[in-house]
């Protein structure tokens, strides 16, 4: 796994199809990253939630809703 290349992954497919859940926006990452894992990823978005390039809203039911910052 190339992990610098995760992030890309992430912003270029916020960018396409604007805010998601998180189960549609790992499915996508894991189409280019495969051996990604939920864990794996939500330390990834927790990281680039930090830096400022994602927003991470939480909804019901623990689901979790992903947007560009």
């Known amino acids: 796994m190339d992990a610098k290349l995760i992030p890309s992954t992430v912003v270029e497919a916020l960018g396409k199809n604007g805010a998601q859940e998180f189960d ?3 499915k996508q990452v894991q189409k280019y990253q ?3 894992n939920e864990t794996e990823f939500g330390k990834l978005l927790m990281d680039m939630e930090i830096q400022g390039l994602v927003r991470v809203t ?3 039911k623990g689901k979790r ?5």
């Open 24 to 26: 549609d926006l790992l």
């Open 34 to 36: 495969k051996d990604i």
């Open 65 to 69: 809703r992903i947007e560009l910052a």
């Open 58 to 60: 939480k909804m019901a």
